[in-house]
């Protein structure tokens, strides 16, 4: 019996009938749904998981954390979840939650003082403000006609107008924008592509290994940002990251004692671990004000607090206790709490 989303839940529980008219399943529904799945209701009553889908939480959310936990095998109870209880699902999605907020601020805030540490690197180089853009932009395809016509856009005039910094862009798209104005109106994804041209002109290596990790941490600020779940992909079966870890993250993982072993490659293998790795090493590596850097703290202790609640209900396998235990270890790394 194989468990998938497929297309009734993904239409939230709708049955299919012969008229092929899609009904939307009732949250008592979908409760009887989950129980023919395997799913009990000893420590979450029907009527209370009937209520958190009505009011707090979708089905298709808060039924995909039933994927880390083990299924029956054969007899008649084949595909089956086993030791999955509905208050595992309803605890799951709050540490997941949690823990996004946690990352999305972290994310947002190294984004910024990267920005502000590369302005502050070019003065130091003694970069041209305006020149360094333009040759940018130069070497780009097209000779960045992309990236400015994008940019364009959004402006007073652009068919997708930016609110926020439609008046900057238009103030500047004539005449060419120095760096401190780019820096400031340019997407996450193109700062990156910034950030690499600069490494390569200035010859850093170091400064070319970060730019792999903000891009990690790009791709976790979006995900983070779309209120997307994290916790549904802590495990071996899930997406594997497609590049190797960057450098400065590993030999900081050895100096603090983490070595380099099966264990640690294997959570680190898993994409969503290395995108958080990446960010919390980011927070660590950028975010250097003291005030920041302690509110990164105190949002990753509530986010132990969280995973400290879902521990108990945790498939018994001790696979999920694992990453998280893995995580907390990263925390204690690079965010911990003084």
């Known amino acids: 019996m194989e468990d998938t989303l497929g297309e009734t839940d993904i239409k939230q529980g709708g049955a299919k009938s012969n008229d092929s008219i899609h009904r ?3 949250p008592n529904d979908l409760v009887e749904r989950l129980k023919q799945k395997g799913v009990t209701f000893e420590l979450c009553s029907e009527k209370d998981a009937s209520d958190y889908l009505a009011r707090s939480n979708n089905y298709l959310r808060a039924a995909s954390y039933r994927k880390l ?5 054969g007899g008649s109870h084949d595909g089956e979840y086993i030791g ?3 208050e595992a699902l309803r605890r799951l999605s709050s540490a997941d939650r949690v823990l996004r907020c946690a990352l999305r601020e972290i994310c947002i805030d190294v984004e910024h003082f990267a ?3 590369l302005l502050e690197r070019a003065r130091a180089e003694g970069e041209d403000g305006w020149s360094i853009v333009t040759e940018y932009l130069e070497g780009l395809p097209k000779r960045g006609e992309r990236v400015t016509v994008a940019l364009s856009r959004r402006g007073v005039l652009g068919d997708y107008h930016d609110e926020y910094s439609g008046d900057l862009i238009a103030h500047y798209e004539q005449q060419g924008y ?4 780019f820096l400031e109106v340019v997407e996450f994804g193109r700062f990156c ?3 690499l041209f600069c490494a390569k002109r200035w010859n850093d290596k170091r400064m070319f290994d970060y730019h792999y990790v903000l891009k990690s941490v790009k791709a976790l600020r979006n995900a983070s940002c779309h209120n997307s779940c994290i916790i549904n992909g ?8 497609g590049f190797p870890i960057s450098d400065p993250i590993l030999v900081s993982l050895r100096e603090h004692g983490l070595k380099n072993s099966k264990s640690t490659r294997a959570k680190l293998r898993n994409l969503r671990v290395a995108q958080i790795a990446a960010a919390l090493f980011a927070s660590n590596e950028f975010c250097q004000n ?3 850097g302690k509110r990164h703290a105190e949002e990753m202790f509530s986010v132990r607090m969280s995973f400290k609640v879902a521990r108990p209900i945790c498939p018994a396998d001790g696979s999920l206790v694992s990453f998280f235990d893995f995580i907390l270890r990263l925390v204690d790394i690079w965010v911990p709490k003084s």
């Open 193 to 195: 592509d910034f950030w």
């Open 69 to 73: 936990y083990p299924k029956k095998v």
């Open 234 to 241: 802590l495990s071996t079966d899930s997406d594997r990251a």
């Open 178 to 181: 120095p760096l401190w104005v």
């Open 115 to 117: 920005r502000v540490r």
């Open 84 to 86: 999955l209880d509905f």
């Open 24 to 26: 939307i399943l009732s």
């Open 290 to 292: 003291v005030k920041t």
